[in-house]
């Protein structure tokens, strides 16, 4: 008998939720100005904004769409986080010169994407942003 992509249902009808084929997520949680931690998962891939607008994560505006071109999505990485998330690229780090409140940790969230390495992360927003 032949086979056919057809005969596997995770092939014919996409992965199952939680199946083996399933993107990989991470919890994320979001600190927000006022010290309310909200912990969602995000899906590899994605960006930590948009796990954020997905999930109604206060205070992260995200007004232009994750193109890296209004630093309404300035987050601080937890100074544990840091080394995972990684450094801002230059045109990020341009973008945060236009941020309230920039420290040695601030991050625009649109340029983090979610992947297994970062289950845990923590990230804050700034006063300004609340
Ligand atoms: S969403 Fe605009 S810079 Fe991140």
Redesign the pocket.
Known sequence: MVKSCLDDPAARYGAEPGGASAPAKAKITFVDSHGQARTVEGESGATV?ETALRNDIPEIA????????????HVYVDASWTEKTGKASQMEED?LDFAFGVKPNSR????ITVKPELDGLVVSTPAQQG
């Open positions: 904004m995200a007004e232009c769409g994750g193109a890296c071109a209004c630093a309404t999505c973008m625009l969230c649109c340029q």
